[in-house]
Each structure stands twice: as C-alpha cells, then as structure tokens.
C-alpha cells in the first residue's frame, strides 16, 4: 500500500511509535514525517 501523502509504500516509512500508523520516510529527499493511508482510494472501490 501507499502512502497517501508521498504516495512511496509503507515499507519506505520507519516504524511509528503506535501499532497502526508508521513514522517518517525513509527515502532521501522525501519530507513527508508520517504514514498516511489513502482511505479515500479505499472508499471508491
């Protein structure tokens, strides 16, 4: 899955503090600091 912010996948993003969300990613360049999931894409299906 992507994440909805960066769109880079979830394995891209460090482990986050909780057990549902993912922190900051990890790939050079990208600002995005948290893992956001595109519920929206999943609502439309």
């Known amino acids: 899955m ?3 912010r960066c769109h880079h ?3 891209a993003h460090e482990e986050g ?3 549902t ?3 900051r990613c990890s790939l050079p360049g990208c600002t ?3 893992f ?3 519920f929206a ?3 439309e299906m």
């Open 2 to 4: 992507n994440c909805g």
């Open 9 to 11: 996948s979830d394995e």
């Open 17 to 19: 503090p909780s057990m």
């Open 21 to 23: 969300g993912s922190g």
């Open 32 to 34: 995005c600091r948290v």
């Open 36 to 38: 956001e999931e595109p």
């Open 41 to 43: 894409a999943l609502d």
